[in-house]
Each structure stands twice: as structure tokens, then as C-alpha cells.
């Protein structure tokens, strides 16, 4: 069974850095591209980073990139999300995602909140 757990969530000011983590189980991590999606409040799941399987490529929405970074560590099967700068806009929650033989799997979400 897949299994997709976010954390790291919290309340922040705008400007400052968040980092998220996904921790997966029940597949073969290291052979998966690994996505992580961000739903503002009220508005339909964004996909704002995605990572291949070996970590090299990376791609990214115009909403984060330069201030976003996704990250995969396959030895722990652990995905990231190091957030900067972050901004009112970014707040909602943010899932991982990863597809597997035509289905979609998304964890249940952590929880960011950017207010000052």
C-alpha cells in the first residue's frame, strides 16, 4: 500500500523559509518522479515542483521557482520541499504526490499558513 506523510506545516511571516518532508512507503521510491502540489484556500491542487526519480532533473512552477526547492533523499525515501521567501500567497496546503501504474497517490497534506 502507498503511503504518502507530509510535515513540517506552520504558521510563518512573509519572508521566511519553511521545510517540508514526505515520507513514502509501500513502493520502490527511488524509481518514481515524486511531485509536491500546493492548494490555496477555496482553489484547485497547483503542481509546483516535480523531481525525477534520480534527483537530477527538476521543474518547477513559475509561482516558486528561484525560491523553491524539491529534493528526494532515496536511501531514506524521503521527498522535500525547501520553501524561501515565502509569500501571503503560499499559504494553503501542500501535498505530495507520485503516480503508479495509472494512479494518482497524494498524501494527506501539511498545513501552511503566511500571515503577518
Known amino acids: 500500500q502507498v503511503t504518502l506523510v507530509e510535515s513540517g506545516g506552520d504558521f510563518v511571516q512573509p519572508g521566511e523559509s519553511l521545510r517540508l518532508s514526505c515520507t513514502t512507503s509501500g513502493f520502490t521510491f527511488s524509481d518514481y518522479r515524486m511531485s509536491w502540489y500546493h492548494q490555496a484556500p477555496g482553489k484547485g491542487r497547483e503542481l509546483i515542483a516535480t523531481?525525477?526519480?534520480?534527483?537530477?532533473?527538476?521543474i518547477y512552477a513559475d509561482s516558486v521557482k528561484g525560491r523553491f526547492t524539491i529534493s528526494r533523499d532515496n536511501a531514506k525515501n524521503m521527498l522535500y520541499l525547501e520553501m524561501n521567501s515565502l509569500k501571503f500567497e503560499d499559504t494553503g496546503v501542500y501535498s505530495c504526490?507520485?503516480?503508479?501504474?495509472?494512479?494518482?497517490?497524494w498524501g494527506q497534506g501539511t498545513q501552511v499558513i503566511v500571515s503577518s
Open positions: 523531481i525525477g526519480d534520480t534527483g537530477l532533473s527538476r
Open positions: 504526490y507520485v503516480l503508479i501504474d495509472y494512479k494518482n497517490n
